[in-house]
């Protein structure tokens, strides 16, 4: 089964300052999708980013940015510029492209970012 | 404007009882989810549907049923089978493809009392 792994259960940045959030995944599959969801404290969970396994260039959203490393199985999360909304919990999550775990998302069990100002 | 609708917000059960969560999107989407976030454990699936009148088990599925008998329409019931339900419970719905993310309702918090 596929699975997705945050090693870090907390997190802390400087307001302004670079903050980078790990994700690993295993998966047998070579064309998938992974994504970075944000829940602060409302508990509103929120598309961050997305990336597409086919394409070797790294997604950016603004002060959001990737590192996708496909053969280390590896898409970390760079929030740049952080800012004090940013703090919250968040989920790397992997899809498949095909049935069956194209069907559904797999989260990994999320960082808490907390910012300092 | 659309999006995804749960209620209630929060949600108290006494032991024995079965509850039903409600989830209505109107964002035209096919496929639509149910979520169950405990601390320190992510998020894991319950149920899924990927089309109106089809349903197929999550990883958690013990303890919960759904129907889907309209496409808006997702609703999760809580049965008294299921021994640990407090829990905060998401609902998503997204596109047919797996190129698509989910849009997320903003949850209900359950309660055993």
């Known amino acids: 089964a596929q699975t997705v792994t945050q090693s870090q259960p907390e997190m802390s940045v400087q307001e302004a300052e670079t903050v980078t959030l790990s994700c690993t995944y295993d998966?047998?599959?070579?064309?998938?999708?992974l994504f970075w969801y944000k829940q602060p404290p409302s508990r509103q969970m929120i598309l961050v980013i997305r990336?597409?396994?086919?394409?070797?260039q790294n997604a950016t959203e603004n002060r959001f940015s990737v590192n996708f490393q496909k053969a280390a199985k590896s898409f970390s999360l760079k929030i740049s510029d952080s800012q004090l909304g940013d703090a919250a919990m968040y989920f790397c999550?992997?899809?498949?492209?095909?049935?069956?775990?194209?069907?559904?998302?797999?989260f990994g069990a999320g960082t808490i970012l907390r910012v300092k100002s | 404007d659309g999006g995804i609708t749960q209620s209630p917000k929060y949600l108290f059960r006494k032991e024995g009882q079965n509850v039903t969560l409600s989830c209505e999107q109107n964002?035209?989407?096919?496929?639509m989810y149910w979520y169950r976030q405990d601390p320190g454990q992510g998020l894991r699936l319950i149920y899924y549907?990927?089309?109106?009148?089809?349903?197929q088990k999550g990883d958690i599925a013990e303890g919960y049923s759904v129907s889907r008998e309209k496409k808006e329409s997702f609703p999760l019931t809580v049965t008294s089978a299921q021994k640990n339900p407090t829990a905060f419970y998401l609902c998503?719905?997204?596109?047919?493809?797996?190129?698509?993310?989910?849009?997320f309702g903003s949850g209900t918090r359950l309660t055993v009392v």
């Open positions: 549907s990927q089309i109106v009148n089809d349903f």
């Open positions: 990336q597409e396994a086919y394409k070797q």
């Open positions: 998503a719905s997204s596109p047919q493809g797996p190129n698509y993310g989910y849009t």
């Open positions: 964002l035209n989407h096919d496929a």
């Open positions: 998966t047998s599959e070579s064309d998938y999708y």
């Open positions: 999550a992997y899809r498949g492209a095909f049935p069956p775990y194209g069907n559904k998302l797999v």
